[in-house]
């Protein structure tokens, strides 16, 4: 009688563990935890073995919550979006000359890379090892459109150097054919003179 006591009182204190876990905090511990091994193996090498480890759930829970390994993947990738336009959302450069303002948005976006770690590596591997399946799915159009406006208002207002900010930005959407021989010649034209930009000593430095 006595064990049959013990048992029932060890099911009461885990049903009320499995009672008190708090939905949300449980979605973001394994968003946390699915990102981290996304970032190390991309979306085809990652298990959901690991993910359940390292939060203390059970595969069970994370197919309720998210679905598929595929669908948490996705959610991963719409966090991450979500966070980052937070981030970009706060900042306002509309009153900012171009060059201060593109200082602001690269700080903004340095000191991001360096709050998120994994976020780098999970983009990395998405356009590397999933072709950019789910690359909308990041958002990247909205820090990107940002930044090319300052850019573009910087060339406008003749703070900057001429550049085509609009097409450079083009040549990083996933579909577009980087292959062709056009986008081969306009991204080596960039480059170099990215780079010559860079390195060589200006007139006003000199003096």
């Known amino acids: 009688m006595e064990l049959v006591v013990k048992s029932s009182a060890r099911g009461r204190r885990s049903s009320t563990a499995r009672t008190a876990r708090n939905p949300e905090a449980t979605k973001t511990q394994i968003l946390d935890a699915a990102e981290e091994e996304f970032a190390r193996y991309g979306l085809a090498g990652a298990r959901t073995e690991p993910i359940a480890a390292n939060t203390g759930v059970t595969k069970a829970m994370i197919h309720y919550y998210f679905?598929?390994?595929?669908?948490?993947?996705?959610?991963?990738?719409?966090?991450?979006?979500?966070?980052?336009?937070?981030?970009?959302?706060?900042?306002?450069?509309?009153?900012?000359?171009?060059?201060?303002?593109?200082?602001?948005?690269?700080?903004?976006?340095?000191?991001?890379?360096?709050?998120?770690?994994?976020?780098?590596?999970?983009?990395?591997?998405?356009?590397?090892?999933?072709?950019?399946?789910?690359?909308?799915?990041?958002?990247?159009e909205v820090p990107f459109g940002l930044g090319a406006a300052v850019l573009q208002r910087g060339v406008d207002e003749g703070c900057f150097r001429p550049l085509d900010a609009a097409n450079n930005l083009k040549q990083l959407e996933p579909l577009s054919d980087w292959q062709s021989p056009?986008?081969?010649?306009?991204?080596?034209?960039?480059?170099?003179?990215?780079?010559?930009?860079?390195?060589?000593?200006?007139?006003?430095?000199?003096?």
């Open 182 to 207: 056009e986008a081969i010649e306009n991204y080596a034209d960039s480059a170099i003179a990215f780079i010559l930009a860079g390195v060589l000593k200006h007139p006003e430095a000199s003096s």
């Open 67 to 140: 679905g598929t390994k595929e669908e948490l993947y996705q959610a991963v990738l719409k966090r991450q979006a979500a966070l980052f336009h937070s981030a970009v959302e706060q900042i306002d450069v509309s009153d900012l000359s171009p060059e201060a303002a593109l200082k602001k948005f690269l700080r903004l976006a340095v000191d991001y890379e360096n709050t998120q770690p994994y976020h780098g590596k999970v983009l990395l591997h998405e356009a590397m090892t999933n072709e950019g399946k789910y690359f909308k799915l990041t958002g990247w």
